[in-house]
């Protein structure tokens, strides 16, 4: 079965413009949920989607949004971006919601804001 | 007081040695306790899981709670160069709420 994948593996964008990263979930998967990495900060929850709607949410501000299609893939969107964006995005699915330990993370798409 | 505190390390030891990851958490609600592993380069790899206290055995693996004391614990046998890793730790509360990270140790196993 394949993993979870993520496109673009690695992103270079300038101050102020926005980003669309995508994920594909697990074949069968609902849920997908996103994690901002950093050294400083280590692994933040953004957000989680389950059939289309968003059920949690971290505390990012609003230039961070997403969104699941019916194939459950999923897209992240970062508008304005800023210096402090530059971070390892990183995607879970699994089977149910959030509410599951067995997350299965995909390789991550590296952002870096110059 | 964040969540989920976790030692960055980094943590070096020779081959075949007993290596001993910690984590402390602050809210008692927490139920699910999990480690990952993150090699470089990758995303994060569920290693065990744990709910609510006590020890659980997978191989040179043995993850260890104690709620009394919010105190999680990572225990590797025989440690190999192929352990060569980040470690996070992770819990959560009721079913349904995101998981909360400790910011990893990373471990090296020279041989």
């Known amino acids: 079965k394949a993993g979870v994948t993520q496109t673009p593996r690695y992103l270079i964008k300038t101050r102020g413009q926005q980003v669309t990263l995508s994920c594909s979930p697990i074949?069968?998967?609902?849920?997908v949920s996103w994690y901002q990495q950093t050294p400083g900060q280590g692994l933040q929850f953004l957000f989680e989607y389950f059939s289309e709607t968003q059920r949690n949410k971290g505390n990012f501000p609003g230039r961070f949004s997403g969104r699941q299609f019916s194939n459950s893939r999923s897209e992240m969107n970062v508008s304005t971006l800023e210096l402090g964006d530059s971070a390892l995005y990183l995607c879970?699915?699994?089977?149910?919601?959030?509410?599951?330990?067995?997350?299965?993370f995909g390789p991550g798409t590296r952002l870096t804001v110059t | 007081q964040k969540e989920v505190e976790q030692d960055p390390g980094p943590l070096s030891v020779p081959e075949g040695a007993i290596v001993s990851l910690n984590c402390t958490y602050s809210n008692s609600a927490f139920q699910y306790f999990m480690w990952y592993r993150q090699y470089s380069r990758k995303g994060p790899e569920l290693l065990m899981y744990t709910y609510s206290s006590g020890n659980k055995e997978d191989g040179r693996f043995t993850a260890q709670v104690d709620k009394s004391s919010k105190y999680i614990s990572l225990f590797i046998r025989d440690s190999q160069p192929s352990d060569s890793a980040t470690y996070l730790c992770?819990?959560?509360?009721?079913?349904?709420?995101?998981?909360?990270f400790g910011k990893g140790t990373t471990l090296s196993v020279s041989s």
């Open positions: 074949s069968g998967h609902r849920s």
């Open positions: 992770a819990t959560q509360g009721q079913a349904g709420t995101a998981l909360i």
């Open positions: 879970a699915s699994s089977l149910l919601s959030s509410g599951t330990y067995e997350q299965y």
